[in-house]
């Protein structure tokens, strides 16, 4: 078998106890900021980027996919127990996990969570290495016009399942393609949009555009709320364990909510957040049985089932990016950047070239899972504490991390300024009502896009009907085409603004 | 004239503008042809579309009835100046300004600016507290990033270290 040897090799390689001891950095730094609400996976990852140039790219990249999963597991903590998401995925828990807790149920809603999400990220991680070899043979057969047209593709796709305005996300992608731009062009040497200031001939920092968008633009937003008066449940944690009853009801949802949420994760623009509120959904349709309480109360499948799904959308969401080398969420376009730091091309070839580091990142996130489940239902304890620190405290520390962070990406003061700049931007963003992820999305996808897009044109002497007589790169134009059309549809259009406006 | 959702009606001005500037910009550059795409040819597309995007959300704003108005809301000053300021100050303060003659101060220093900087942007700080908090910090991050990490920083003074 094939996959156990590559498994095996995998194991061999997390199994270090240097990345033992990354994994386990990454994972508690993950719940550390799923529980805290305010501050999510992208601006973490952004502020660490810098800290991993000294160590080996393996150990980097499995402590950064620790916070992203790990914050799916702190997330649920603080919306069971305080009805404030920890983390945007888990926004529909707090329907049915807070009401949980008001019941004196926190510790079966808490160990639904955990264990749901234990079992659904063993499962994500099975799918990716078992789908990861196949989809990489396939991309090897891609042309510029293929690659264009899949990127293409996957912007649309990010946009069309993520809430809000459609067009203004569209623009936004645009906006970000365009800041890709700025810098050096590869194929003339020209600078462009550089405005003659040295440090800019090199393109805008990728941190800084993360750092200031996602950071500092999220920071100035809730400043400007007034502290919500938090009900923390401490006392009603006591016994963790679900009845049988319990056990009996979650699973089916866990089934579902796992299967439903690696589906989600692989499509571009899917990830977490899409994962959890799908599930929710489906949840809701089932029927309910007798004696079971109604959703919206206190249904343990409520809390399950998006738990399980938002675990397994983020650990699927490794495939497009570590085989097509396409990400397809803001997170995943984090990681871009964490291995073009270290110099690693993402594509297909980072499974033939560097094989310790692909199967030793997906070896060690089932081992993140493990550390995970106890981290958060044993340990519990100590992460409820840390719902009582006031944001007044934290704000002031994230900061000064920030600054610190984009200050050592370079070593320079420039990119200090800069991250002040998209600091107003991303608030600026936010009073508009525009979303920042597509805009960085947009922005690593800009220099591949026009690369490809010129390399297709080169060789078709300038005939755009390229796009369209190569089989697949007309398929995958098509889908785009069609999900516009779709989402744009009357019916479709009310149902896309219901399921985000779930209460 | 009747703006129906203010966001909307502003952000579609800001991505005409935007899309403007980078569609002008592009034309000072080589655009070339399809087939020979010059450093121009991308941007120059790119902006036109964002124009054109822009144009269709502006106009969008003036027509579709939205509940409420989708009003833009007050701009929270405070923390927006604060914060940021607190962020150039750090920088300021960390590596120095030469074109201004600042000298560096390094990262202590930096540090117990920016957190009683970024302090002042929620209202009802108190000193002490926040004169605790910095000292948290300074200690931490002298230990996680120069001791640990090895990150190259200035650490204390410039007139200290000479």
């Not at chain 1, 063993?122 to 043979?137: N, S």
């Not at chain 1, 555009?209 to 009603?236: C, D, K």
Request: hydrophobic share 55%; proline share 6%; glycine share 12%.
């Amino acid at each position: 078998m094939e996959l156990i040897e590559h498994l095996s090799l995998g194991f061999g390689v997390a199994f270090t106890p240097i990345n033992l001891l990354y994994c386990l950095v990454g994972c508690i730094l993950g719940t550390l900021i799923g529980v805290l609400p305010g501050i999510g996976p992208v601006a973490t990852i952004a502020m660490l980027l810098p800290a991993t140039y000294a160590l080996p790219p393996v150990s980097a990249l499995i402590m950064l996919a620790g916070i992203y999963y790990g914050a799916q597991y702190g997330g649920s903590t603080t919306a069971i127990l305080v009805n404030l998401p920890g983390e945007s995925s888990s926004v529909v828990t707090c329907i049915d996990g807070y009401q949980m807790a008001r019941k004196g149920r926190a510790g079966p809603a808490l160990a639904a969570a955990g264990l749901g999400s234990f079992f659904a990220g063993c499962v994500g991680t099975l799918i990716l290495a078992a789908f990861a070899p196949p989809l990489t043979e396939l991309a090897f057969k891609f042309g510029p016009a293929e690659y264009f047209a899949l990127m293409t593709l996957g912007l649309i796709g990010a946009v069309v399942l993520a809430s809000g305005s459609l067009l203004k996300a569209i623009a936004m992608i645009v906006l970000g393609l365009l800041l890709g731009l700025v810098g050096t062009d590869v194929n003339s040497g020209v600078a462009r949009f550089s405005f003659d200031i040295p440090e800019l001939t090199d393109g805008i920092g990728f941190v800084v555009i993360a750092m200031g968008l996602f950071g500092y633009g999220e920071i100035i937003s809730n400043l400007a709320q007034p502290e919500h008066e938090r009900e923390v449940f401490t006392a009603g944690v006591s016994g963790l364990m679900p009845t049988k009853q319990d056990f009996k009801d979650m699973t089916p949802a866990v089934l579902r909510g796992t299967f439903l949420g690696s589906a989600l994760g692989i499509l571009p623009g899917g990830g977490a957040l899409l994962a959890a509120f799908a599930a929710y959904a489906l949840e809701k349709k089932m029927k309910i049985k007798p004696g079971e309480v109604p959703f919206g109360q206190g249904n343990i499948r409520g809390v399950a089932a998006p738990e399980s799904a938002n675990n397994a959308g983020s650990q699927t969401s490794f495939i497009p990016l570590l085989t097509l080398g396409i990400p397809p969420n803001a997170v995943m376009a984090l990681m871009v950047g964490a291995m073009t730091i270290h110099n690693i091309q993402p594509g297909p070839q980072v499974m033939t070239s560097n094989p310790e580091l692909f199967w030793g990142l997906i070896a060690s996130m089932w081992i993140g899972n493990a550390m995970l489940v106890i981290l958060n239902l044993p340990l519990i304890g100590i992460w409820i504490k840390l719902l009582t620190v006031p944001y007044r405290y934290l704000f002031p520390a994230i900061v000064l991390f920030c600054a610190i962070g984009v200050y050592s990406t370079n070593n320079n003061t420039w990119d200090v300024w800069m991250v002040g700049l998209f600091g107003i931007i991303g608030y600026s963003f936010v009073k508009l009502g525009c979303e920042p992820a597509p805009l960085l999305l947009g922005f690593i996808l800009g220099p591949m896009m026009e690369e490809n897009l010129r390399r297709a044109l080169l060789l078709s002497r300038g005939d755009w009907s390229v796009f369209v007589t190569r089989p697949i790169s007309a398929g995958l134009l098509a889908v785009a085409v069609l999900m516009i059309i779709v989402v744009t549809l009357p019916a479709v259009k009310n149902k896309r603004e219901e399921a985000f406006v779930e209460e | 004239m009747h703006i129906k959702s203010q966001k909307d009606f502003f952000s579609g001005l800001m991505f005409m503008g935007i899309g403007l500037a980078f569609a002008w910009g592009a034309t000072t550059y080589n655009v070339g042809t399809g087939a020979r795409m010059g450093p121009g040819y991308f941007p120059l597309y790119l902006g036109v579309l964002m124009t054109l995007l822009g144009a269709v959300i502006t106009f969008k704003s003036l027509v579709v009835e939205t509940v409420g108005g989708d009003k833009i809301g007050k701009w929270a000053w405070k923390p927006l100046f604060f914060v940021i300021m607190a962020n150039l100050v750090f920088g300021a303060l960390l590596a120095g300004l030469p074109y201004f003659d600042i000298p560096a101060m390094g990262l202590i220093v930096a540090i117990y600016a920016l957190v009683f900087i970024a302090s002042i942007a929620e209202d009802g700080w108190k000193f002490k507290a926040t004169f605790i908090l910095a000292t948290i910090l300074a200690i931490g991050s002298y230990l996680a990033f120069v001791m640990a990490l090895k990150l190259q920083f200035p650490v204390w003074p410039a007139f200290i270290t000479g």
